[in-house]
């Protein structure tokens, strides 16, 4: 398994943690162990984490909740309270510490419930953003993983063009040649 973290945002990239969403369903998160290197990957932290089976439950919960919000920014309509108030709840906690080691590099600690902060609060950035950037799912079928559209047209579609955006190059060559 892979870990992407092609979004511009820990939270969006948490979301699409689930691929695939609405056929295949296909969770990346399905140990504690998943869930720690994905902590790790995403740079929220310098090291794994410890994480329990209560903290993957949380996670993924907390995962439901924003890809619910996220899914009313990207359609325009209002939040629903639940996940509202999940979100501000989550976001309640203290964070990842930073330092600088002896080597002057910086490191970053937190236990897995830092980490779940920390999420939320990149979830918090996707809303009343000031940089124009849009949130935006790919546009691929068999992917389901937001993303900010950082372009100046505002027109990207996909998520990853090395990827998605390949894939659907590829498709429409095939389907140019083969008619």
Known sequence: M??????????LDFVGTVTERGTRDEDELVTTDTLARWYVDAGLVSR??????ADLTAAVTLREHLYALV???VDGTPLPDHHRTALNRAVRGTGPVESLDRNGRRTTRGDASACLVAV???AIELFDRTDGAVVRFCA???CTHPFLDRSRTKRRRWCDMGSCGDRAKVRRHRAQTSS
């Open 2 to 11: 892979s870990m992407v973290h092609v979004a511009g945002n820990a939270a």
């Open 140 to 142: 691929d079928e068999t």
């Open 48 to 53: 794994r984490p410890t994480v329990d089976e």
């Open 120 to 122: 939320a609060r990149s």
């Open 71 to 73: 899914r009313c920014l």
